[in-house]
Structures are given as C-alpha cells and as structure tokens.
C-alpha cells in the first residue's frame, strides 16, 4: 500500500508570530524544572538538553548520548530520543509562543544510529497554529549542526489552561514553577 503524504502543517494552520516578550536570537533557555528528564539537571540518567533561541521561530538544543540512554548496547534508545525531540519542540513552542501546551502527537523518523557519546543537534521550529493546535517540526544531526541527519520529527501541541497542570499533576505546579524562576502566570498567555 502507498503512504500518502499528509501536508503540514495541515490546511487551515496560519503563521504563528513570535510572542512580543519571547527570548530573541542568542538567547540561552535555562531549565524549566529541575526534575524534568529532558532539561533538568537533577537527574543524573537525564537528558541534560540544553537550547538557544536562533532565528526565527526556531531554537536550537543539543544533548550528548551516555550509557544512561543505551537501547541496544552502544545505540540511542529510539523512545529516548523521541522524548529528547518532545523536549525540544515544547521549548520551542512553550518559550517563542509562550502558551502553556502539551505534546498531543509526536510522530519521529529514525534514519541513522545514534551512538553512544554522540551529540545530537537538534534545530526544531513552530511552523503554525490552528485554533488551539501548534504545530512543530525538528531534525536532529549528528554531531554537528551541519552533520548527517539522523532523526526526524513532528508534533501537535494542544494548548492548555494552567489548570492542566494543577488539577491533573501536582496542585503546587504552579508554585514550583515560580520557586525555580518561571514566574508562568505573569509570563504566559495562559488562555487557550
Ligand atoms: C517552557 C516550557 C517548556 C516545556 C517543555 C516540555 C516538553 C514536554 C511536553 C510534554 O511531554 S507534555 C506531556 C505529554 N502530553 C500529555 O500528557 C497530554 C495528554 N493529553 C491531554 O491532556 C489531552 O488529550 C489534550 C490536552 C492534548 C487535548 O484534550 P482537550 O480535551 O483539551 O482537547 P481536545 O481533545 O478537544 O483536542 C483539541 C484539539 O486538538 C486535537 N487533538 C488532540 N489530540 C490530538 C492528537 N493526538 N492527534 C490529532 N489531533 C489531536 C483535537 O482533534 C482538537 O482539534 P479541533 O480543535 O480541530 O477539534
């Protein structure tokens, strides 16, 4: 059976402007909680990704492949990588729209191994919105920004109340957030 090609972003998603407070080019994106797997740096099997605005509505984020990330010996984990890309595209979304949202869908192609003690450079962008939808795409290359591409992936982001947060993780959410710099009522848009 042929794969059809579905278009994205999908018809009827429009451009998506930066926010008129979102980080400009150059600028380092710190951690948004501390035990987060994918930038926190509290968990020592975590990803540590570490991002940087760069042009546009893209930021660029980089993480190294350890032992703590092994599936098949001296290889990424396909699942860890896939999360290292829900990483990046909800920095990408949360930070340059900032709207709080959650991944919906994340769909990734794998095309090369990723070894262990690698550094993938992933360069992910907001490529447009439909009513509460965001729609964001990456590529991942192999240790380089201009290296062999090595994953690749899409995700639909669904914006979301604060209450998202509260009412099905931790009440505090909000507090802890703030505790750890992210002052996100003040910061966000917190519609959706
Ligand atoms: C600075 C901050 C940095 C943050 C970085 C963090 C990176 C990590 C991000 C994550 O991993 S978030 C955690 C993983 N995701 C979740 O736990 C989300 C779980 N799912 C839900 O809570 C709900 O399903 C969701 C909020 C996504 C949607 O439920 P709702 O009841 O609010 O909305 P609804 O189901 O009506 O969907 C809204 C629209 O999205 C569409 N949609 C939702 N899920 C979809 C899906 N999976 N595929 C396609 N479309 C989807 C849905 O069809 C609809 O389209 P229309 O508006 O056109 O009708």
């Given at each position: 059976m042929t794969k059809q090609a579905q278009p994205w972003p999908p018809a009827g998603a429009e451009p998506a402007p930066a926010h008129p407070k979102a980080p400009g080019?150059?600028?380092?994106?710190?951690?948004?909680?501390?035990e987060c797997f994918g930038c926190g740096d509290e968990l020592e099997?975590?990803?540590?990704?570490?991002?940087?605005?760069?042009?546009?509505?893209?930021?660029?984020?980089?993480?190294?492949?350890?032992?703590?990330?092994?599936?098949?010996?001296?290889?990424?984990h396909g699942g860890l990588l896939a999360c290292a890309f829900d990483e990046a595209l909800g920095t990408t979304v949360g930070n340059l729209l900032r709207r709080p949202a959650v991944t919906g869908r994340l769909e990734t192609d794998f095309r090369r191994p990723v070894p262990v003690g690698s550094t993938l450079h992933i360069e992910a962008r907001v490529d447009g919105v439909g009513g509460r939808k965001i729609y964001a795409s990456a590529d991942g290359r192999l240790d380089a920004e201009d290296g062999p591409v090595a994953v690749r992936a899409r995700g639909l982001f669904v914006m979301?109340?604060?209450?998202?947060?509260?009412?099905?993780?931790?009440p505090d959410a909000i507090e802890k957030f703030r505790e750890q710099g992210r002052p996100v009522r003040e910061d966000w848009d917190i519609n959706p």
């Amino acid at each position: 059976m042929t794969k059809q090609a579905q278009p994205w972003p999908p018809a009827g998603a429009e451009p998506a402007p930066a926010h008129p407070k979102a980080p400009g080019p150059g600028s380092e994106l710190g951690v948004h909680f501390t035990e987060c797997f994918g930038c926190g740096d509290e968990l020592e099997g975590g990803l540590h990704l570490r991002s940087t605005v760069a042009d546009g509505l893209t930021v660029r984020s980089r993480f190294t492949v350890t032992k703590n990330h092994q599936g098949a010996p001296g290889l990424a984990h396909g699942g860890l990588l896939a999360c290292a890309f829900d990483e990046a595209l909800g920095t990408t979304v949360g930070n340059l729209l900032r709207r709080p949202a959650v991944t919906g869908r994340l769909e990734t192609d794998f095309r090369r191994p990723v070894p262990v003690g690698s550094t993938l450079h992933i360069e992910a962008r907001v490529d447009g919105v439909g009513g509460r939808k965001i729609y964001a795409s990456a590529d991942g290359r192999l240790d380089a920004e201009d290296g062999p591409v090595a994953v690749r992936a899409r995700g639909l982001f669904v914006m979301v109340g604060l209450e998202h947060f509260t009412s099905h993780g931790d009440p505090d959410a909000i507090e802890k957030f703030r505790e750890q710099g992210r002052p996100v009522r003040e910061d966000w848009d917190i519609n959706p």
